[in-house]
């Protein structure tokens, strides 16, 4: 089995989708089911999990509306004002958790000027209630954000948490992120934190690339987080900037040759089942 524990589906608008600049005209279109259905059914993907691509909690009804109607997508991942008050949050998780293909939340921090914006009262406090509706929360940040990030998670041991995109390091050989490992390393020691190994390949800096230049940060991520910690996750379609998904398949299913029949079962399904509580959809 295998779950794709990352991906976003949108209707392109200018306005609503700012973050796509002229550099990405590739993204510059709707990608729905219809457009990544054959990609699941080459690459042998039985689930997935819908992640939100803007600040809205009208798309996140919207990503839970495709889910209903859509088998292959056993979870979404939306968004919600975490950092408004209690008294205004708790209703609209009231009523968003009623769907229970709703697995999680996750705020697009990376874009946030504030470095320290995770650990802002209100938006920690908002992080504190999602355990009360058992919810995943991702986190979505920058190599440097790592540091407030494992702090954030200190606030909330109790919490899950799952690190998107192995937190982005800057990936441009012959350099290695040091930097980026090491934290990396601190906040998998916290066993409340996953992992998913996906959007890498859009942060090598070079024209061309290769399973050589992503070795060494899938090394780190798999000693530090481990097969059942890790989780697979494609990143489509932003990952079309750089790879076709069967190519970043591919290239995944190299980098994992090494592990036990075990392992790989855990880190393309078991994880992000876990994780998320995911449940077959028939």
């Not at 990030?149 to 109790?158: F, G, K, Q, S």
């Not at 290239?251 to 075990?262: D, F, G, N």
């Amino acid at each position: 089995m295998r779950i794709d524990s990352h991906h976003h589906f949108w209707n392109f608008d200018t306005k609503e989708y700012a973050w796509i600049d002229d550099s990405m005209s590739t993204l510059k279109r709707d990608f729905t089911m219809a457009s990544l259905q054959p990609e699941l059914t080459q690459s042998g993907v039985e689930g997935v999990i819908s992640v939100q691509a803007r600040q809205s909690v009208e798309e996140t009804q919207w990503l839970l509306e495709l889910a209903a109607e859509h088998k292959q997508i056993w979870g979404v991942v939306g968004w919600v004002p975490l950092a408004q008050s209690e008294d205004k949050l708790c209703p609209l998780l009231d009523r968003l958790s009623r769907q229970p293909l709703l697995k999680g939340v996750r705020h697009v921090i990376q874009d946030e000027p504030d470095e320290r914006f995770m650990l802002r009262n209100d938006f920690s406090q908002g992080v504190a209630l999602l355990q009360r509706y058992d919810l995943v929360y991702d986190i979505l940040i920058y190599a440097r954000q790592l540091p407030p990030a494992v702090a954030l998670v200190d606030r909330h041991p109790n919490q899950r948490f799952v690190l998107d995109h192995i937190a982005k390091p800057t990936i441009e050989p012959p350099e290695f992120d040091t930097n980026w490992a090491e934290n990396l390393r601190q906040l998998a020691k916290r066993p409340n934190v996953a992992c998913k190994f996906s959007g890498v390949v859009t942060e090598i800096q070079a024209t061309n690339w290769s399973l050589e230049q992503l070795q060494p940060y899938w090394d780190v991520a798999l000693e530090a987080f481990g097969p059942e910690r890790l989780m697979f996750g494609s990143d489509w379609p932003v990952c079309l900037l750089r790879s076709r998904y069967d190519q970043w398949v591919s290239t995944v299913e190299a980098l994992a040759q090494t592990l036990s029949v075990t392992e790989r079962a855990r880190f393309w399904a078991g994880t992000a089942q876990h994780w998320y509580q995911l449940t077959p959809r028939v």
